[in-house]
């Protein structure tokens, strides 16, 4: 792994190369442009820039307002405002219609630090999976970021990416992105890892202190959410056994809920849900935060091992 | 089309809504009958859209923010051709493309799903927004409820469209003074409305008779300024038309009886 990169400056830096290609692309910010990183495309295109203010739900409407005259926008603030606050906006008039919105959000998870628990959503995967035909990406890395936002132009509909503060390891192998179809990084029998975001690079190095034990986990980077690869959950559990899911989310509606629908009457084993435990976040910085809630790559080896 | 020939077609819109909330046993009367003349009257008048092209890119667009006002939007339209009017009967029922409130995915012209309240404006802007960037000459039409005027997004809009100068946007607000649980002025009172419209930055043209086509014309044709968002705030009466649901709030959301519906087409009868 190099240098560390925050997925919200990738999708930042990724903006702008998309806008130099897609004259459609337009973005959309609620106040926070310097924080969501959409200050480079602001810069760069600034007629193809349109601050909101602080004003979420009504971003989110205009951008609904705006895709339907053929134009892509990207509609940018924090989860907790994006996916929180205008969670109405954006069932009842971006995705019900099928609008072709993409609703990028940063700061989400515990990972968000010092500002605390009422600007840590924990909750938005799950809101966001909730709704019908909503498509729920969440990168893992820079690369992975910078590769999902040029996906989600050419895709066509409503998507919500989940984008973070912090930044995290970017992964030296640059591995293919397709929305909809998992990442096998790490082969091993003993377990089926299932992790989104920046949980994936600590379920990486939770492997690593495995191995040093003689433990081989599979590590899976479920970048899509919804709709969720079934075909690799289940495959991956038929040859485990034991399944273990890690997100920065809410242990109720994230990741580990969807794999866990996914297993369901069709593949009978263990399961272990890794995430925060129906509980608010807290100040701290980042690192003493995830340590806090158990999101650090020694704890969650440890709770793989209990599970075995 | 002359005022005359305008007024026989909102006579045959108010039937169609009678019709249509009888036979569904549910529905929104009140406020589809206040917004007869303005919903009319932007349709024929106003809006450069073909009923055999509903999407074309080019057309003038509408949004029914008060989208409970379904049943009139519904009438205007078929009389205008983009749907046929034996849709009527399936309104609010089982795989109806006419549901309770409007469905973009379902319904030819219209533009924007809605119904719930203090959403339809936002989008209006991004219509109007949009239009400016692709160096459009569409104008964008939004009707909005009074009541609707509660919800804090409404002024989100309204801000944003002074802010982004948007002249091709036109909001009617349908003030009709009414809403489920009584009179705005006991609910929740909106205070001058037409004060707050220009102190938003609006070019507001207020009709104190929103229910006479006249009125309503002449607010529509009058110019715009250069870079202001205009407003009609047009004082209706809700219920209009039906002797015993005018000025009644208690008509919301009910829909008429038998007996009700027969009676109120008696004295809707050209």
New interface residues.
């Given amino acids: 792994m190099s240098d560390k990169i925050a997925t919200r400056e990738a999708y930042g830096r990724a903006l702008v190369e998309l806008g130099s290609v897609n004259d459609k692309v337009v973005v959309l910010d609620a106040d926070l442009a310097s924080a969501t990183m959409t200050k480079y495309f602001k810069e760069a295109y600034p007629d193809r820039f349109f601050d909101c203010g602080i004003a979420e739900a009504n971003m989110m409407d205009i951008g609904a307002g705006l895709s339907t005259m053929g134009l892509i926008p990207y509609c940018s603030t924090f989860a907790m405002f994006g996916a929180g606050r205008s969670y109405e906006q954006i069932r009842n008039s971006i995705a019900y219609p099928k609008f072709n919105v993409k609703i990028c959000c940063s700061h989400a998870g515990v990972s968000v630090g010092e500002d605390g628990g009422s600007h840590q959503a924990i909750e938005d995967i799950g809101l966001m999976r909730m709704i019908p035909g909503m498509t729920v990406i969440v990168p893992a890395d820079a690369k992975e970021a910078r590769k999902a936002t040029f996906a989600l132009s050419e895709f066509q509909g409503p998507v919500y990416m989940r984008l973070a503060r912090l930044a995290t390891p970017v992964f030296e192998e640059d591995y293919p992105f397709e929305i909809g179809k998992a990442n096998v990084l790490r082969e091993g029998k003993d377990a089926a890892v299932f992790a989104c975001g920046l949980m994936v690079s600590e379920t990486l190095a939770a492997a690593s202190l495995l191995a040093a034990e003689g433990i081989e986990i599979s590590v899976i980077n479920m970048h899509t959410i919804k709709p969720l690869d079934v075909a690799c959950v289940t495959t991956y559990a038929r040859k485990c056994g034991n399944v273990v899911t890690v997100e920065e989310h809410s242990v109720i509606g994230g990741l580990g809920d969807a794999v866990a629908a996914a297993l369901m009457g069709e593949v009978c084993c263990k399961f272990l849900k890794i995430g925060v435990n129906d509980q608010f976040g807290q100040s701290g910085k980042a690192a003493d935060v995830l340590r806090e809630y158990g999101l650090t790559a020694d704890q969650i080896a440890a709770r793989i091992k209990e599970t075995l | 089309m002359n005022t005359a020939e305008l007024s026989k077609v909102c006579r045959q819109v108010r039937r169609d809504i009678i019709n249509m909330t009888a036979n569904a046993g549910s529905g929104h009367p009140g406020g589809s009958l206040s917004a007869v003349e303005l919903l009319t009257s932007v349709f024929y008048t106003q809006m450069r859209v073909d009923p055999q092209n509903p999407k074309d ?1 080019d057309r003038d ?1 509408f949004v029914l923010s008060k989208g409970h006002a379904a049943p009139c939007y519904y009438a205007v339209l078929a009389e205008k051709g983009f749907i046929d009017r034996s849709e009527f009967q399936h309104f609010r029922q089982l795989h109806s493309i006419l549901q309770g409130h409007p ?3 379902k319904v030819p012209g219209v ?6 309240l203090g ?1 339809g404006c ?10 400016k ?2 160096k ?1 000459d ?1 104008r964008v039409y939004v009707l909005l409820g009074d009541g609707e005027c509660q919800e804090g ?1 409404v002024w ?2 309204f ?2 469209a002074a ?2 100068k948007l002249d091709n946007l036109i909001v009617m607000i349908d003030n009709n003074g009414l809403q489920i649980d009584g009179r705005n002025d006991d609910v929740m009172s909106l205070g001058d409305l037409c004060a707050k419209m220009k102190a938003f930055g609006f070019d507001v043209f207020e009709v104190m008779d929103g229910n006479d086509l006249t009125s309503v014309l002449a607010a529509l044709n009058a110019p715009v300024s250069v870079g202001k968002p205009k407003c009609i705030l047009a004082h209706t009466v809700k219920g209009k038309g039906v002797s015993f649901m005018e000025n009644q709030a208690g008509w919301h959301g009910k829909a008429p009886n038998e007996e009700q519906r027969q009676q109120a087409l008696k004295e809707l009868e050209d």
């Fill in positions: 890119p667009r469905d973009a995915k533009d924007a799903s809605t119904g719930s959403q936002s989008i209006a802007v991004g219509m109007a927004l949009g239009a960037h692709l459009k569409t997004q989100e809009a801000m944003a802010h982004y």
